[in-house]
């Protein structure tokens, strides 16, 4: 009672693209009465019979939703279990002082005296405290809670605590990975780590083999969890082999490079790569956690550092925020939320999630005319960003300004490619339809718009603006 769950779950509904259900408005919608006049006529009990029948209701409904709970909805079995088995539970923190300050001039039944008040709210707590999963303060808090993102200094030590359900993991790294976090994050499970598995490091991991290989190896029933520890190629494989195991385990993320933290592991895309291509062969699968620890960056290559920047300032320029200014953990953080809330907005990549493209078709297409060892991703990213955002000030007006602050972030090198040949990539690009390039650009800072269609001659001068012949 006076948490402000009302308005933070409006915020929140909002943000991740999903509906409201306030299960005390519910009620007084269904009786056609105000919760005061239903505490008059039915009694308390009468009241928790009916918000009982409403929080079960809403909590099977199969529709995602963002359900603000009533103060003592939790006296309910039935709804903590709904609670445990269907929801995020987030736990609004707020002091005793503020609660009462916003609820004592209400009509609200149990906050009508200061110190039943008070009680209530120290015999509350706890039952709160137990149900939740995580504490809120804020909807940014609540936005990462939802997409099951936990960004902490430190969080690797609470992996254990972290991780959902109660059965075994398998822990997947490489070997590089392993022989630097291997030991702590084993430790941190504890009792539960029922295996260690090794892949190869980088690209090497997204093999169909080595995904054979830990299908073969995996000892998990079906209420196991698979741990990748590592960068994207680890996040991708693992995840892609969780999603397919015995029809589907749960998995969780603990990404270890700048890209990972920001970008990988976020949004529940796996995928392996095929002769023919990359992430050719791939499933969604929502990670049940993403553990993010922002300390695990200290010991990253420069080199590593560079390729998961360019989808920071890639981030930044789509959130309307300088995120690459700030200190790692904040970056880090900025950006997984970003993620996360364009991820639960549109999970399958079916809209408005095209937006994280940004720059990306550029890059692909340099990438794929390089030969993916010749031109890193970041670079890539880096100088697809700097193609976007030149169309953008040509064709949508963006201020200059945008395009010479990255510059000055990233400054990529041109790429010695053969400009036909990226030509042909860019014009059969997945996000193409008919040969027709689809780009996304930027209106302003903070503003993408995807599906741009422009006259080929500008896109192809773009393209050759990028590379040095
Ligand atoms: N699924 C998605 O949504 C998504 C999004 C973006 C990229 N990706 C994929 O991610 C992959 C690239 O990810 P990546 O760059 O993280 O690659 P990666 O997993 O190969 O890691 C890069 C290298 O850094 C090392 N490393 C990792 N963490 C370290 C640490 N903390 N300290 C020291 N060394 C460390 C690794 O051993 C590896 O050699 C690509 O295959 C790309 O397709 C997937
Ligand atoms: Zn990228």
């Given at each position: 009672?006076?948490?402000?769950?009302?308005?933070?779950?409006?915020?929140?509904?909002?943000?991740?693209g999903?509906?409201?259900?306030?299960?005390?408005?519910?009620?007084?919608?269904t009786?056609?009465?105000?919760?005061p006049?239903?505490f008059?006529?039915?009694?308390?009990?009468g009241?928790?019979?009916?918000?009982e029948?409403?929080?079960?209701?809403?909590l099977?409904?199969r529709?995602?939703?963002?359900v603000?709970?009533?103060?003592?909805?939790?006296?309910?079995?039935?709804?903590?279990?709904?609670?445990?088995e269907?929801?995020?539970?987030?736990?609004v923190?707020?002091?005793?002082?503020t609660?009462?300050?916003?609820?004592?001039?209400?009509?609200?039944?149990?906050?009508?005296?200061?110190?039943?008040?008070?009680?209530?709210?120290d015999?509350?707590l706890?039952v709160?405290?137990?149900?939740?999963?995580?504490v809120?303060?804020?909807?940014?808090?609540v936005v990462?809670?939802?997409g099951?993102?936990?960004v902490?200094?430190?969080?690797?030590?609470?992996?254990?605590?972290l991780?959902p359900g109660a059965?075994?993991?398998?822990?997947?790294?490489?070997?590089?990975?392993?022989?630097i976090y291997?030991?702590?994050?084993?430790?941190?499970i504890?009792d539960?780590?029922?295996?260690t598995?090794?892949?190869?490091?980088?690209?090497?991991?997204?093999?169909?083999?080595?995904?054979?290989?830990?299908w073969?190896?995996?000892?998990?029933?079906?209420?196991?969890?698979?741990?990748?520890?590592?960068?994207?190629c680890?996040?991708?494989?693992a995840?892609?082999?969780?999603?397919?195991?015995?029809?589907?385990?749960?998995?969780a993320?603990?990404p270890?490079?700048?890209?990972?933290q920001?970008?990988?592991?976020?949004?529940?895309?796996t995928?392996?790569?095929?002769?023919?291509?990359?992430?050719?062969?791939?499933a969604?699968?929502?990670?049940?956690?993403?553990?993010?620890?922002?300390?695990?960056?200290?010991?990253?290559?420069?080199?590593e550092?560079?390729?998961?920047m360019?989808?920071?300032?890639?981030?930044?320029?789509?959130?309307?925020?300088?995120?690459?200014?700030l200190?790692?953990?904040?970056l880090?953080r900025?950006?997984?939320?970003?993620k996360?809330?364009?991820c639960?907005?549109d999970?399958?990549d079916?809209?408005e999630?095209?937006?994280?493209?940004?720059?990306?078709t550029?890059?692909?297409?340099?990438?794929?005319?390089?030969g993916?060892?010749a031109?890193?991703?970041?670079?890539?990213?880096?100088?697809?960003?700097?193609a976007?955002l030149r169309?953008?000030?040509?064709?949508?007006?963006?201020?200059q300004?945008?395009?010479?602050?990255?510059?000055r972030?990233?400054?990529?090198?041109p790429?010695?490619v053969?400009?036909?040949?990226?030509w042909?990539?860019?014009r059969?690009?997945?996000?193409?339809?008919?040969?027709?390039?689809?780009?996304?650009?930027?209106e302003t800072?903070?503003?993408?718009?995807?599906g741009?269609?422009?006259?080929?001659?500008?896109?192809?001068?773009?393209?050759?603006?990028?590379?040095?012949?």
């Open positions: 009672m006076g948490a402000g769950k009302s308005t933070l779950g409006a915020e929140v509904a909002e943000r991740i999903r509906r409201l259900v306030d299960v005390d408005r519910e009620i007084e919608a009786a056609g009465d105000t919760i006049e239903i008059r006529s039915w009694g308390e009990s009241f928790r019979e009916i918000e029948e409403k929080a079960v209701e809403t099977s409904a529709e995602p939703l963002v603000a709970l009533g103060g003592g909805a939790l006296r309910s079995d039935e709804t903590r279990r709904l609670l445990r269907r929801a995020t539970t987030v736990l923190d707020v002091n005793v002082e609660a009462w300050d916003r609820s004592r001039r209400s009509d609200r039944p149990l906050a009508q005296d200061e110190a039943e008040f008070r009680r209530l709210y015999e509350r706890p709160y405290e137990e149900a939740a999963d995580v809120a303060r804020d909807a940014d808090d990462l809670a939802a099951g993102v936990h902490h200094v430190g969080s690797l030590e609470l992996l254990g605590e991780l059965g075994p993991a398998a822990l997947v790294a490489d070997a590089h990975v392993a022989g291997g030991a702590d994050a084993q430790l941190a504890g539960r780590l029922g295996s598995h090794t892949v190869p490091r980088g690209e090497e991991a997204k093999q169909a083999s080595v995904c054979e290989r830990l073969q190896e995996l000892r998990l029933d079906r209420g196991g969890i698979v741990v990748a520890l590592g960068g994207g680890t996040s991708d494989v995840g892609f082999a969780a999603a397919t195991y015995l029809r589907g385990v749960a998995w993320a603990v270890t490079t700048l890209l990972a920001v970008d990988a592991a976020i949004g529940g895309k995928a392996i790569d095929l002769p023919q291509g990359k992430n050719l062969v791939g969604f699968n929502w990670p049940a956690r993403t553990v993010i620890d922002p300390a695990l960056l200290e010991t990253l290559p420069e080199s550092r560079r390729a998961g360019a989808e920071v300032v890639k981030t930044g320029l789509l959130a309307g925020e300088r995120i690459w200014e200190p790692d953990a904040e880090v900025r950006c997984a939320l970003y996360t809330a364009v639960l907005r999970p399958h079916r809209g999630r095209a937006v994280l493209n940004l720059g990306h550029f890059a692909h297409a340099l990438e794929a005319a390089a993916y060892e031109i890193t991703h970041g670079r890539a990213v880096a100088l697809g960003l700097r976007a169309l953008s000030v040509d064709h949508l007006g963006l201020d300004a945008v395009p010479e602050d990255v510059e972030v990233l400054a990529p090198q790429v010695a053969d400009v036909d040949r990226a042909a990539v860019l059969r690009d997945k996000k193409s339809e008919a040969g027709r390039v689809k780009l996304v650009l930027l800072r903070g503003k993408p718009v995807h741009v269609e422009l006259p080929a001659g500008d896109v192809r001068r773009a393209l050759e603006s990028l590379v040095v012949t």
